[in-house]
């Protein structure tokens, strides 16, 4: 069975994020969707809320499950018997970070990366940039699923109540 892996931190998920899981769960027979839960502060959403939101965003498609990881992804991968991990591409700029780590990987274990290019219309999505864009009050329901934009407006509404926005 041909296993793969989409890592990422996902905080949150986008649809470009769902576009690249989507088109691995078609060239593979399972698509482990991980999430690192790694500690960190710069995070808007918990561990346990990125996946429950994956879980939502991934229920359309039958091969794919999400799962929670930290330390090493080639650890997990080893774990789990994934011999390839699936990234997506979208601009030149990710290019030279994401071999290293490919070529990294590769070196640590017996682990493929594959690289998907992202769809036109999400290369210019980011997490990073989708939270602040909200931050300041902007739209970007075209960007996340529905139930995702109700809950980043909501811990948005949050942190600004609470003086940290
Ligand atoms: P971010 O979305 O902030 O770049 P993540 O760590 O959550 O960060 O992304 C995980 C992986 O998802 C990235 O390494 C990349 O492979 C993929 N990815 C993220 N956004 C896109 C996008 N818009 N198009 C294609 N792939 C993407």
Do not use: W
Request: aromatic share 8%; charged share 20%; net charge negative.
């Amino acid at each position: 069975m041909r296993k793969a892996v989409c890592p990422g931190s996902f905080d949150p998920v986008t649809n470009g994020h769902i576009d690249i899981v989507e088109r691995a769960s078609r060239l593979f027979d399972e698509v482990v969707v991980a999430v690192g839960v790694n500690k960190s502060k710069s995070r808007l959403f918990t561990a346990e809320e990125r996946i429950a939101m994956l879980v939502e965003a991934c229920q359309p498609f039958a091969n794919v499950r999400v799962a929670g990881f930290s330390g090493l992804l080639t650890t997990f991968c080893a774990e789990n018997s994934i011999h390839a991990i699936v990234k997506g591409l979208r601009a030149v700029s990710d290019f030279d970070y994401e071999l290293q780590m490919a070529q990294m990987n590769a070196s640590l274990t017996d682990i493929e990366t594959v690289f998907v290019p992202t769809s036109p219309e999400y290369s210019f999505l980011a997490s990073s940039l989708v939270k602040e864009v909200a931050t300041f009050g902007g739209d970007v329901s075209g960007l996340i699923p529905g139930f995702v934009n109700e809950r980043l407006k909501a811990r948005v509404a949050e942190r600004v109540a609470g003086g940290q926005g």
